[in-house]
Structures are given as C-alpha cells and as structure tokens.
C-alpha cells in the first residue's frame, strides 16, 4: 500500500525507469500535438494576427514576434530531444518554458490540458535528472509518488467538481454535449436518456474511484481496463464537439507510472546491472511536498469568492473542471461617442477568433480587456475622443432561463481592468 507514512516515502529508493519510459510514450503523444498546431498554424492564427490578447500577466501584452516563433520552434526541436534519454532533460525544460509561454499570452485559448502538460513536463524535468536503459537508476521513491499523486488530484478534483445538482440532477451538460453529438453525428442514440445518464454518472464515479483503483495493487488491472475504455470513448464522444485534442492518449500514457518498475528491469534486462543511487538535495523533498499541497488547495480557492464558479469563472482556471458546464450566450457590443451621441454596435465575432470568442461566453474577465481595446482602437484609428463601451450580454446557464449578465448601462471601460468578474457582474439566478 502507498503512503504508509512520509519517512517510507522519503527515505527508500525506487528504480527510475518507469519514469523514463513514461517520458518517451508521453513525449510521442506531445510531438503529434505539436504537428498537430504547426499544421493548422495555430501560432499565426491564434496569437500573431488577432486583434487582442488576453495574456495572463501584464508583462506578457505585445508579445514579440519574433519571439513567438522562436518558442514554437524550441517547442517543436525540445518535444523530439525529451524522447532521446541523453538530451532529455534539458528539453523537457526548454519545452516548458516555450509551451508555457505561449499558452500564457492568451486566457483566451486555456484549457487545462495545457496545464497539465506544463505541470507534467516540469516534473520531468525537476525529478528525473539521469535517464538511461544502460544503467541501473533509483531515485527516492517520493519522486514517483509525485507524479501518481497529481494522476490522482486530476481525477479526483474532476469528480469533486462533479458533485454538483447541476451533474446529478439536470443531467448538464451532458445533455447539451450528447444531443450535439447527435445532432454532428446524425445518431440519436446519442440523445437516448438512458444513454444520457449512463454518460453522466459513469464520469461521476470513474473520477472519483479511478485514483484508488490505480494506487491499489490489488485493483491496479482493472483500473487499467477502465482507463483504456474511458479516455477512448472520451476521444471519440469529444473529438467532434468539444476541444479533447490528444488529452485521452496523454492520460492513457500515465499507466506507465502505476506499473512496477521491476517489470521493466526484467524486460529490459538492466535488474542485474548494478545500483547507481541518485539521492535528492535536501530542498527537492519539502518542494515536492509543497508543490502537492499547492495543487490540492488551487482548484478550491473559489469558495473565498462569492457566486457560482462555473458562471462567473473566477477560480475557474487550473482547477480541473473539465466539461462540467455549458453556456448559451447573445453577445451585442456598442461604442457610444458621448459628444455626438452617436452609437454603434460592434461586431466582436470579426475582432475574435472563434476560440476566443467561444471563452468569451465562459470567461467573463475576457469582456474588460476587450472593452479597453475597442475604446483605445475607437480613440486611436477613428478620432472619437469620448468613448464609452456598453455591452448586452445575455446568457443561459445550463440550459436555464436567460439572464442578463451585468447591466447593459454600464460604461465597460469605467471597471477597473483588474476587477473580479463577481465584484461587477450579476448573480446567477435561481
């Protein structure tokens, strides 16, 4: 049994060889997600032509060109050199640094796939220093458990979040995402009830047992079994109606760190080759443990603020509330030039990409930034020196009834940008 207690953990040593074998089948599934975005030019579509960003930090605004592309090709270079063991290190760190840049610059464009990509390679990075199938590695143990333990909060925290009347009660959104498969699809079995809430609470009860299969010895099979069935049917159910990408096959990679080290030795013939002890400094230990405690509390931090966090969004980011929520929004912009009193209404679908306008319906800390880019755009490009930005924003929640979700008087641009979206935005109707 895992976690008997923290000086176990601590203390002994475990071969590292399952965490090499993890990083080349986890590096393989990146590399096709990486041609994947070169292919449909996401680097140029998404983050060069737009009109706006929405960076995550403010020092990220106005991102260099040319240091966009560079990154996307250190992405590209770093994600082959993570599946060789002698350079993959150092790309695991170059790959990190790159990726995580780029999914920063726009809110607009997360999801926590990406999180987890950068929480995982960074891990790689900070735990595996030595990679080899010629030598015989042990690390501590806790470095291993590190990894199965954030395999575990993601699929743990998913199924918290899943405990919601929402989930339970109104079947949402599973509802909405299997009727649209339907209707893409042109089965309606996928609109079956039946079909409906097996859908529902199956994903209900593989997040919240899935961990505890895997962690067991005595389940860990089975678990494997579950694995395999969900994270495929979750490709095949997403791969049409929703943004799954190569996430499945990411998390289907993860079985490698629940499989005996040992098992490997033997296949690889490296058990007899002698021990080589690789010890950890003693900063790396209370790092790891501070680093899970910071991914334990993270994806709760919503319950210090007040409202729903799926309507408001705040807290709603590196959180794990993966398909959990759905929302059906009329978004009308208007520029009102306060001398001449004339308005005009604004078309944000030809100032957006798609996917930036799909999160503007989810994210309302996107509808700031927007704002004071129409009025500095209005200012700069047509001379109106007294814009004000208003917006009627009207949504439904879960298939609910629609609401208005701040008021459409409001002069946008006099919140401060930085303002949370529940302290300005109206609370979800009942």
């Known amino acids: 049994m895992y976690f008997k207690n923290i ?4 203390d002994n040593y475990e071969s590292n060889i399952s965490l090499v074998i993890f990083r080349i089948c986890f590096s393989i599934v990146l590399i096709v997600q990486t041609i994947y975005f070169f292919k449909l030019g996401f680097i140029e579509n998404n983050i060069l032509k737009p009109f706006i960003l929405f960076p995550f930090f403010d020092f990220l605004n106005n991102p260099s060109e040319q240091l966009v592309y560079l990154s996307a090709i250190l992405m590209l270079i770093s994600n082959i050199g993570m ?16 990726f995580t840049y780029l999914w920063l610059l726009d809110r607009g464009y997360f999801n926590n796939h990406y999180y987890f990509i950068s929480i995982i390679t960074f891990l790689l990075f900070f735990l595996n220093k030595k990679s080899s199938f010629k030598k015989n590695y042990y690390v501590p143990k806790i470095n291993i458990i590190a990894f199965q333990i954030m395999i575990f909060l993601i699929y743990f925290i998913s199924g918290i979040n899943k405990i919601n009347p929402y989930w339970i009660f109104d079947l949402q959104p599973m509802t909405h995402i299997l009727q649209t498969k339907a209707q893409v699809s042109g089965n309606n079995l996928f609109s079956n009830n039946i079909i409906i809430s097996f859908f529902t609470f199956s994903g209900l009860i593989y997040d919240l047992v899935i961990g505890f299969f895997l962690i067991f010895k005595r389940t860990r099979i089975l678990g494997f079994i579950f694995v395999l069935i969900f994270n495929s049917l979750n490709f095949f159910l997403f791969k049409d109606v929703g943004e799954i990408g190569v996430f499945p096959f990411l998390m289907i990679s993860t079985l490698v760190l629940f499989i005996d080290p040992v098992k490997f030795q033997k296949l690889l013939n490296v058990k007899k080759i002698e021990k080589v002890i690789l010890p950890n400094k003693s900063f ?28 408001n969004g705040v807290g709603q980011r590196f959180a794990w509330r993966m398909k959990i929520m759905y929302k059906e929004s009329k978004i009308d912009f208007f520029l009102k030039n306060k001398l001449t009193g004339d308005k005009y209404n604004v078309d944000v679908t030809k100032m957006l990409t798609p996917i930036q306008y799909n999160n503007l319906k989810y994210y309302p800390d996107l509808i700031l930034p927007l704002a004071y880019k129409m009025k500095s755009h209005a200012i700069s490009e047509f001379g109106i020196k007294f814009p004000e930005v208003t917006c009627v924003f009207k949504t439904s929640f879960m298939g609910k009834k629609e609401q208005l979700l701040f008021s459409p008087k409001k002069d946008l641009t006099l919140i401060p940008i930085n303002s949370k979206a529940s302290s300005w935005i109206f609370e979800l109707e009942k």
């Open 83 to 98: 599946i060789f063991n002698k350079t993959s290190r150092i790309s695991c760190l170059i790959f990190f640094l790159a």
């Open 7 to 10: 000086k176990y953990v601590q």
């Open 284 to 311: 790396v230990n209370p790092l790891i443990v501070f680093f899970i405690i910071v991914q334990l509390l993270l994806p709760f931090r919503h319950v210090l603020v007040k409202g729903n966090v799926d309507y």
